[in-house]
């Protein structure tokens, strides 16, 4: 059994010790078992007389063994809690509005309401696909117009006290204009390179960008930054969201993390152990016209919303690219990382497609 327990439990019991601790009524037998999925790293029962939805943590993901951390396990589930509360002030019922948590080595699990079924990229139209991309871009504005009580900026941890912070005890805007020169720096390295492409045109883009980057007009926001399909419900009753990696830091910078997955990095992955089983590359025109509806929904007419949009958008690629020049810089890659990115050969044909688009980007 792949559970993540330090007891020899049985899948059944494993269950109804948690719906037990929940104050639900158990399985009377493994026939009532509704394995809802299976993710990377835990297990998904559907609880269907109450209509949510178990998870339970794997003991061993992409053939590695998972290590009980009761200090990780806390924070990203608080983390979790914290997102759904601040999405559903946003949008009501955009994420589940019951969740619960419980970490212990002999069992841990999180317990949600159930949103309901999810249309695959393969079962929507373009028209479909445009429309749940409208309603996620809307949701990503919304988030923008909200207060929250979270110190710091990054991801998510747990202070001592036990509330929830982020990560980094550091200024937005100072940490905004640091990243920059940062950026500006990675652009230099891959033009300096042996690399094929038109260096020249791209280091003027770059650089125009780069000095139009919204500073001033940023706040910190509570988003996420996991919103690949695998995360989005398509639902009949519009788009839902799941399994959040929670991050405090500027919304337009997470909201062109969306457009840039949609409109190109998904496309490009399908060769790798992560993205393989999504078959993203068989569904580029859906991907496109969901990321097209996303930032309609997300500027709502706003000249200069766009513009810092698309500034962020081409920093997200000049990233990754620079991300996959690090990656062949590396005398031997991680299990994790050809688990994500592939073989140095895969890394280094996508970087070439990356370098392309930097050189087609298209300023505003």
Avoid at 205 to 226: A, F, M, P, Y
């Amino acid at each position: 059994m792949n559970l993540l327990t330090k007891n020899a439990s049985t899948e059944l019991e494993l269950i109804n010790r948690a719906l037990n601790n929940e104050g639900l009524n158990g399985l009377s037998d493994k026939s009532q078992i509704h394995r809802l999925g299976e993710g990377a790293w835990h297990f998904a029962y559907l609880v269907e007389k109450d209509s949510l939805v178990l998870r339970i943590p794997k003991k061993t993901a992409y053939d590695q063994e998972v290590v009980f951390n009761r200090d990780e396990l806390t924070t990203e589930f608080a983390g979790t809690k914290a997102f759904y509360e601040m999405a559903n002030k946003a949008k009501k019922g955009i994420c589940p509005e019951h969740f619960e948590y419980f970490v212990h080595d002999e069992l841990t699990y999180t317990i949600e309401s159930y949103l309901g079924t999810s249309a695959g990229l393969g079962d929507q139209t373009e028209e479909q696909a445009k429309r749940y991309g409208a309603e996620l871009g809307e949701f990503f504005l919304a988030l923008e117009g909200l207060e929250h009580p979270y110190d710091g900026i990054g991801y998510l941890k747990v202070g001592d006290s036990g509330n929830v912070k982020g990560s980094l005890d550091m200024d937005l805007k100072a940490c905004i204009i640091e990243e920059t020169q940062e950026y500006l720096d990675d652009l230099n390295t891959l033009a300096s390179n042996n690399y094929r492409f038109d260096k020249e045109k791209v280091l003027n883009i770059g650089k125009e960008l780069l000095s139009k980057r919204s500073v001033e007009r940023e706040k910190k926001v509570l988003t996420n930054q996991d919103t690949s399909p695998e995360n989005i419900l398509f639902t009949s009753s519009g788009a839902r969201m799941i399994d959040p990696v929670p991050i405090l830091y500027t919304g337009t910078s997470l909201a062109a993390n969306y457009v840039y997955n949609y409109q190109g990095f998904f496309h490009t992955v399908h060769d790798t152990e992560r993205y393989g089983k999504c078959q993203y590359h068989l569904h580029i025109p859906r991907l496109k016209a969901n990321a097209e509806g996303f930032i309609a929904g997300y500027t709502n007419g706003s000249p200069q919303k766009l513009q810092d949009l698309n500034v962020e958008v081409f920093i997200k690629l000049l990233s990754m690219a620079f991300t996959h020049h690090e990656l062949l810089q590396k005398d031997e890659l991680s299990h994790e990382q050809i688990i994500r990115f592939g073989t140095k050969e895969q890394i280094e044909k996508r970087l070439q497609i990356y370098l392309r688009e930097l050189e087609a980007f298209t300023t505003i």
